[in-house]
């Protein structure tokens, strides 16, 4: 008899706009963009303070996909639009469904991430001290 092979899932493509932690609802404040293989809170000018996280890289970040949502992107501005029947896949952990629908907005825009020379000096140090 020879030895079973396991198979590796297949690798998950990193969704190009997310919610990087695997509990929280796709709020505006919470939406990010995958930029060079790193992801970045979209709403990073209207709040600075968001810019400390710069240069994310979570292990299953949930795709706006995932919560139903339909994405369009137009220049520099994103465009995130929830339909009122909407297929929502996304789940916590423990595969239960996330409960969000209600709290926010169905529709919302929101401007493309841009880095600056400091920003990507920024996020290179961190990620380098941080090993």
């Known amino acids: 008899m020879g030895k079973a092979q396991v198979k590796k899932p297949p690798k998950r493509t990193a969704p190009k706009y997310a919610i990087v932690n695997d509990i929280d609802q796709p709020c505006k404040r919470l939406i990010c963009e995958l930029i060079d293989g790193l992801y970045y809170y979209m709403g990073r ?8 996280f710069d240069g994310m ?3 299953a970040p949930t ?3 995932e919560f139903g949502f339909i ?3 137009t220049g520099d501005r994103v465009q995130f639009d929830l339909p009122d029947i909407a297929f929502v896949s996304a789940t916590y ?3 239960k469904s996330r409960k969000w629908q209600d709290s926010f907005r169905l529709s919302f825009s929101l401007p493309r991430v841009v880095l600056t020379r400091t920003d990507k000096r920024k996020v290179k140090a961190r990620l380098k001290e941080n090993g």
């Open 71 to 73: 994405i369009e992107e």
């Open 57 to 59: 890289n979570p292990e």
């Open 63 to 65: 795709g706006l996909e």
């Open 93 to 95: 952990p423990d595969g």
């Open 45 to 52: 000018v209207q709040d600075p303070s968001l810019k400390r």
